[in-house]
């Protein structure tokens, strides 16, 4: 077997488990893949030396992989994802001042029509993100716009990841919405209340992805294709909810996440502590890392988050989805699996916001769990094919 380096640049979020777990369990090195893992404090860092060649692969949000793809931003760099790194991951955490108001205007936390109904009168409202291209700022836009609110209205500050919390309780926001565990780190703190999770806005969205700069794939898809298939075995080995505890205990060491095992494994249980003092609750879908359902990067997800963020981005619809389909290959996940004879749905697109838990898509060796992928709002998304 031929070995191929690959240094590979990631955030400390929780779904940035499989390339960890790939690591640290060895499945990396047993498909012949050297893996170094580079930590950054942003996202603009990931962006910059991804598009600059410094990684051939990263952890990314999918809609900036996307905008790079488009040449969106100080660079025009493509790049491919073969697969998402999971689906969903975040929580939109309020300060406690907020949250009372929004109580006051008839708000059920968890219940996302009633919250987003809610926000939707709040006026100068103050979200921080962690980036301008990413799932948060897209859930919470439409969120607002489909509860009857203008989303234009809303200010977005944007700050790396852990750092947010700080600026929560600075009250520099109102509110923020981030990859776990930093909204739970929030409530734990005392200076937030968790309102909703990103799968309470949409039950499927692509919220990571395992990015290629698309010239080194050209020279070596071998070795990108042996990476992929790393991480979705450690996406195999992490399916179990007795992972869980292993899981973050080695994503809660100082050189990855360097932050609280306990946040991190109630996240991987689909668990969230809404209130601090309060007890955990249910919120199933919190992140999903199950293969195949949770890593298949469908082109139809590409294509929703390009529909919304085209406007933004200042370019045409057509030209954003066009980035869009070249940026997730599902292709290159057949191509990759074809020799652990995994399952995987057979179609590329399919209509979002139909699938509930349980659905199930036509695969290559049956029917393949593909839900669930429902809006809060009952809408659906049509690919452009």
Known sequence: MSRVEITLGYIPLTDAALPILALELGFAAEEGVELTLVREPSWSNIRDKVAMGVYPAAHMLSPLAIALTAGVGPHHAPVVAPMLLGTNG???????????????????????????????????????????????????????????????????????????????????????????????????????????????????????????????????????????????????????????????????????????????????????????????????GLLRLDAPGALYPWISGAEWIADRAAPGWGIGRVEAQAAARATFRPDLLHAALAPLEGALPRPMAKVEGRLAAGDAVPGTRGPVLAGPDLFFDGSVFEPAD
């Open 90 to 284: 975040n929580t939109l955490t309020a300060t406690p001042a907020l949250a009372e108001r929004l109580r006051a205007k008839g708000a059920v936390f968890g219940d996302a029509a009633s919250t987003g109904a809610a926000l939707a009168q709040v006026e100068d409202l103050r979200v921080g993100v962690p980036f301008p291209h990413s799932m948060h700022r897209e859930l919470v836009r439409f969120l607002i716009e489909r509860s009857g609110g203008d989303a234009d209205r809303v200010s977005f500050l944007t700050a790396p990841p852990r750092i947010l919390p700080e600026v929560l309780a600075a009250d520099e926001v109102d509110a923020f919405m981030v990859g776990e565990p930093w909204g739970s780190t929030s409530v734990d703190r005392g200076a937030g209340e968790v309102l909703l999770t990103g799968a309470q806005i949409w039950a499927g969205a692509p919220e990571k992805v395992l990015a290629f700069d698309a010239g080194w794939v050209e020279a070596q898809e071998d070795g990108a294709l042996a990476l992929v298939r790393a991480l979705y075995r450690a996406a195999l080995w992490a399916a179990g909810r007795e992972s869980a505890a292993s899981i973050a205990e080695i994503l809660a060491l100082p050189r990855y996440l360097d932050t609280s095992a306990e946040v991190i494994e109630r996240a991987l249980r689909g668990q969230v502590l809404a209130q601090s003092g309060g007890v955990p609750v249910e919120a199933p």
